[in-house]
């Protein structure tokens, strides 16, 4: 059991995707936190953003696209498909949103996959061979130190928040200290050790130019997503969500437009998941219709519900749990 | 190729034989909808499991029909044990509409995953004296499909003669209107609610074991009509069985006729378009009210 832990921990490549799915599970599982912890939206439909931020993503870059383009065009076009969904719902009971984002990620799917799309979407061959981002990166020396310096900074900034985040809860919970300790000591050298693997990851950029490069930019854009998502949800606006999650009506009466606030997250939402999904389209290097089931869906949810709906930290804790879980 | 004036007839008849088989069902989903105010995702799953009982029994050498009747009973029996140990307890806890409709969908996983176990994932097909399909001059009528027209308009008949004539079918339409009136008016609402799951849980079976008489028998078989049975019942004003047999005829004959001019792939999507116009449009249906 010992030495078969130990060979996880010396297989670093291995780890190094680990921590690249971690971030990428943590991105589109923070959408749909915004849409179900925060706004109380049933989203079962979160592939569905997906399969469309993913494939719009990677056919821009085929298109000759640069990549950090192709993929704002990913995630604006999940959200028009919020839009599309949350205009004919929102302003109904809450079963019809559930109905309509589960058709709908299924029909996005089965359009992908469909013959008559072939010449688009390759059906279900799926697409491969695509650009990757970074792929022709070769940093400096000193570029490196710097990119090395810019991860430490994000990755400590995130383990301060978060576990001042976390750590807040549990002593409000009364457990014994010790357990408490030594759990977070246990985690704590556990993550030093993922820190200088990733580090030597970055200053060995050219031994595998796309693993690190993807490892950096979606750490990266998870912090600045959970950042984003932070302020936002500490705001007015994000208030009046949280409002309208405990209570529709009493948000109503207090003269908010409800309708315009849930559109806004829906798409926000969407557009999270679908930046997530471009990046691990990325990460495999390839894209299938069949990888936007329904099941992944479920999985999103099992991530935030895993955490603790409602809480971004939380979200990030769930894809940390269930990332290693299913990998 | 035939010309498009020569298809229409024979499309039409495919869907008013698909309409059938979704408006079985889409009268269970409405009236569990109006009796007891749940979505139910697990409906589809049913309809599965309506037709694996169908094909184990027939099988082992039953009769289709009866092996069809057996399966509906067991089905009903299913539905009881579920609303006594899942709905039942969770309307005492006066659990929301939300959790209501979380847990019909974990409830529809655990019942495919649990149909794939137990049968394996393969597609069956019923044993069947193999039938020629009725030339009726302008279209082919498969037999089955036949049969299956008839079955549901059978069906149809029972239910209307049901909620009419008789004093639960009464009972039903009243609790479904107001809950509260209903039980202040005496009416003991704990048995209508299981009235409802018997007719409903029967009802859905039987369209899954058409559904398999007139597809194949396989696991995904009711999850794949999940959306347009909500198509349907949603065209038809929720919680109104007959207008859910209305807009399951609608939605059965607009899925077959967009094959005219939309890849076959795309029919699911219909359902889903004419559900999202009727949403956007008139979310209160077609025919307003209930029953």
Not at chain 2, 84 to 113: E, Y
Not at chain 2, 121 to 134: G, I, R, T, W
Not at chain 2, 153 to 176: D, E, H, P, S
Request: charged share 10%; hydrophobic share 55%; proline share 3%.
């Amino acid at each position: 059991m010992v030495e078969y832990l130990l060979s996880y921990l010396q297989a670093k490549d291995y780890l190094v995707f680990l921590v690249t799915s971690v971030a990428i599970y943590s991105i589109f599982s923070l959408g749909l936190n915004l849409h179900w912890g925060f706004t109380g939206l049933l989203n079962f439909g979160h592939a569905g953003f997906m399969a469309v931020g993913a494939y719009t993503t990677v056919l821009l870059t085929l298109a000759g696209l640069p990549w950090f383009l192709a993929i704002v065009a990913g995630g604006l076009l999940a959200a028009v498909l919020g839009l599309v969904m949350g205009f004919s719902t929102l302003k109904l009971r809450e079963d019809y949103l559930a109905i309509v984002t589960i058709g709908v990620s299924e029909v996005v799917r089965t359009v992908v996959r469909s013959r008559a799309a072939e010449p688009l979407t390759r059906g279900t061959l799926g697409i491969q061979g695509f650009a990757l981002p970074l792929e022709q990166f070769r940093p400096t020396l000193v570029t490196r130190y710097g990119m090395m310096a810019v991860f430490s900074l994000v990755v400590g900034f995130g383990v301060w928040r978060i576990g001042r985040a976390l750590l807040g809860r549990f002593r409000s919970q009364g457990r014994k200290p010790w357990i408490t300790l030594g759990l977070m000591g246990l985690v704590g050298a556990l993550g030093l050790y993922l820190w200088t693997v990733c580090l030597e990851s970055i200053y060995n950029f050219k031994a595998n130019p796309v693993q690190a490069g993807l490892m950096f930019l979606s750490v990266i854009v998870l912090a600045i997503v959970f950042v984003g998502l932070q302020l936002l949800v500490k705001s007015p606006w994000g208030r009046v969500l949280k409002a309208i999650r405990e209570d529709e009506e009493v948000a109503r009466a207090l003269g908010k437009n409800v309708f315009a606030y849930k559109l806004q997250s829906l798409m926000l939402g969407g557009f999270i998941a679908g930046v997530g999904a471009a990046f691990s389209a990325w990460q495999l290097s390839n894209v299938y219709p069949d990888n936007f089931r329904t099941d992944l869906t479920f999985n999103t949810w099992t991530i935030v519900v895993l955490g603790g709906a409602g809480s971004n930290p939380g979200t990030i804790l769930g894809a940390v749990i269930f990332g290693p879980i299913v990998l | 190729m035939e010309s498009i004036a020569q298809q229409i007839p024979q499309l039409l008849t495919n869907g008013i034989a698909l309409g059938s088989v979704i408006a079985l069902s889409a009268v269970g989903l409405s009236l569990t909808y109006g009796v007891l105010r749940l979505s139910n995702f697990a409906h589809g799953d049913y309809m599965t499991m309506g037709a694996y009982f169908t094909w184990t029994l027939n099988l082992m050498g039953l009769n289709i029909w009866l092996a069809m009747v057996l399966s509906a009973a067991i089905m009903v029996g299913f539905a009881l044990g579920a609303e006594k140990l899942l709905w039942g307890p969770m309307r005492a806890k006066r659990a929301t509409p939300t959790t209501l409709v979380i847990l019909s969908i974990g409830l529809a996983l655990f019942l495919r995953n649990g149909v794939i176990l137990a049968w394996g994932a393969d597609s069956h097909q019923y044993k069947l004296p193999v039938e020629s399909a009725l030339n009726l001059g302008l279209v082919k009528l498969p037999f089955n499909n036949f049969l299956v027209i008839l079955l549901a308009l059978g069906a149809i008949a029972l239910l209307r003669y049901i909620l009419q004539n008789t004093k639960v079918g009464k009972a039903m339409r009243a609790v479904a209107d107001d809950v509260d009136l209903a039980r202040v008016t005496g009416i003991n609402v704990e048995r209508v609610v299981l009235w409802t799951w018997v007719i409903a849980a029967g009802l859905t079976a039987l369209g899954g074991s058409m559904l398999g008489l007139v597809e194949a028998v396989r696991p995904n078989m009711g999850w794949f009509l999940i959306l347009p049975l909500f198509a349907a019942v949603t065209l038809g004003g929720i919680g109104n069985p007959y207008g859910a047999i209305a807009g399951a005829f609608v939605i059965g004959i607009a899925q077959e006729m967009s094959t005219l001019f939309l890849p076959v792939e795309y029919k699911t999507a219909v359902a889903l378009l004419i559900m999202m116009l009727v949403l956007l449009v008139k979310p209160q249906g077609l025919f307003r009210g209930m029953m």
